[in-house]
């Protein structure tokens, strides 16, 4: 059975940091390219990250350049999603999931896979920045 189980959420005052896990099972988890989703209260869900563990390279939004870090490791099967300077408008539950690689594993990336793309999701976690 497959499975993604993002964990690390939780409130935060503003310029703090978080470090978000997604632990995957059930499938062989460098042959994908995992991404970090958000979706805040009334707004659609947006790409914020996501890693090839097989050519490790990664990409990020603009809106958390140089303030996420997303990692994995390979051997634990989980990947993270490394927060600082966090903002009010950071908050969102935020999701991981799963995308096959077969194009995405072969180059650096450029961008993240689209939303539709996407195999697997996990559950979700909240993560709520307060001013």
């Known amino acids: 059975e497959v499975q993604l189980q993002a964990s690390g959420g939780g409130l935060v005052q503003a310029g703090g940091s978080l470090r978000l896990s997604c632990a995957a099972s059930g499938f062989t988890f460098d042959d994908y390219v995992i991404g970090w989703f958000r979706q805040a209260p009334g707004k659609e869900r947006e790409g914020v990250s996501c890693?090839?563990?097989?050519?490790?390279?990664?990409y990020y939004a603009d809106s958390v350049k140089g303030r996420f870090s997303i990692s994995s490791d390979i051997a634990k099967k989980t990947a993270y999603l490394q927060m600082n300077s966090l903002k009010p408008e950071d908050t969102a539950v935020y999701y991981c999931a799963a995308a096959v690689g077969t194009y995405y594993n072969t180059v650096l990336l450029t961008y993240c896979p689209a939303h539709d793309d996407y195999d697997y999701w996990g559950q979700g976690t909240l993560v709520t920045v307060s001013s």
């Open positions: 890693i090839s563990s097989k050519v490790g390279s990664t």
